[in-house]
T-cell receptor
């Protein structure tokens, strides 16, 4: 049973606009959440993370929001750039094991 | 620079053959992981290790084995390859600790005919 879900397989956004990628989880024991970015033929690369004690973490154009009551996190990219086009995976952990979502393919249209 | 590498990058094999995928990291990380990526499933954990001589089963461990004889390497073995094991395999490592992230290798694309 998928403990981390990304219900949107794909998303298209105009360059300069905001991209919002969503992720839901079911396990209330998860205490650390991450977003990874993946280009074709490469391994996933770490993008941004958030601890369960916070509800927001920012790093440049990327912001992750965590709503623990809804078991929901989102990644905002502002402004979106063509180089942001990739597959984005959210992940959650409790201890040393990580659980990944199925990914959302983001296309930023120039 | 420290890194994590996988070899081979591409492999084609036949059903029933034994296959070993290599993973090597130079960060001196304690924790190492193997995942497979399939369409509609995302990344699923196969096996993981918290240190030398330690191995643990993940979500989809059937048909796979690992061994950890040193800190740097965690080879993944398919004892008798099956077509269902056609996938892209990623190795990852992590120092350890609640907020440490995982760093991934470039992946191995395995095709079992």
């Amino acid at each position: 049973d998928q403990q981390v879900k990304q219900n949107s397989p794909s998303l298209s956004v105009q360059e300069g606009r905001i991209s919002i990628l969503n992720c839901d989880y079911t396990n209330s024991m998860f205490d650390y959440f991450l977003w990874y970015k993946k280009y074709p033929a490469e391994g996933p690369t770490f993008l941004i993370s958030i601890s369960s004690i916070k509800d927001k973490n920012e790093d440049g154009r990327f912001t992750v929001f965590l709503n623990k009551s809804a078991k929901h996190l989102s990644l905002h990219i502002v402004p979106s750039q063509p180089g942001d086009s990739a597959v984005y995976f959210c992940a959650a952990s409790a201890g040393n094991q990580f659980y990944f979502g199925t990914g959302t393919s983001l296309t930023v249209i120039p | 620079d420290a890194e994590i590498t996988q070899s081979p990058r591409h492999k084609i094999t036949e059903t029933g053959r034994q296959v070993t995928l290599a993973c090597h990291q130079t960060w001196n990380h304690n924790n190492m992981f193997w995942y497979r990526q399939d369409l509609g499933h995302g990344l699923r954990l196969i096996h993981y290790s918290y240190g030398v001589q330690d191995t643990n089963k993940g979500e989809v461990s059937d048909g796979y084995s690992v061994s950890r004889s040193n800190t740097e390497d965690l080879p993944l073995t398919l004892e008798s390859a099956a077509s269902s094991q056609t996938s892209v395999y990623f190795c990852a490592s992590r120092l350890g600790g609640d907020t440490d992230t995982q760093y991934f290798g470039p992946g191995t694309r395995l095709t079992v005919l």
